[in-house]
Nanobody
Framework: QVQLVESGGGLVQAGGSLRLSCAASGRTFSGYAMGWFRQAPGKEREFVSAISRNGDTTDYADSVKGRFSISRDNAKNTVYLQMNNLRPEDTAVYYC???????????????????WGQGTQVTVSS
């Protein structure tokens, strides 16, 4: 079992930046592949970014490539999502997720994640 708590959301103008954090507690954090998803009102929860258990492999949705960067610090049990050049269409609740995985594996499919945080709101004004 692992518990996830996101933070760092807020209101920002278009072109601005935010850094989301997801703190994990429970079992060994380094055993988990991590992901970020987002859900806008009236839309499905969608994949944003993922990182392997030791951070050597990452993946991004096309819509955020070149603007967002995922990283993790296993010593601090935390995964981050640096979001730059934000756009109004990035407005959503952002969730982090965790699942046990092998080394080097990134998981982009929502249903494969076992643990979810409560979400943090990101609002980008135009």
């Amino acid at each position: 079992q692992v518990q996830l708590v996101e933070s760092g959301g807020g209101l920002v103008q278009a072109g601005g930046s935010l850094r989301l954090s997801c703190a994990a507690s429970g079992r060994t954090f380094s055993g988990y592949a991590m992901g970020w998803f987002r859900q806008a009102p009236g839309k499905e929860r969608e994949f944003v970014s993922a990182i392997s258990r030791n951070g050597d492999t990452t993946d991004y949705a096309d819509s955020v490539k070149g603007r967002f960067s995922i990283s993790r610090d296993n010593a601090k049990n935390t995964v981050y999502l640096q979001m730059n050049n934000l756009r109004p269409e990035d407005t959503a609740v952002y969730y982090c997720a965790a699942t046990v995985a092998s080394f080097g594996v990134v998981i982009t499919t929502r249903v494969r994640y076992d643990y979810w945080g409560q979400g943090t709101q990101v609002t980008v004004s135009s």
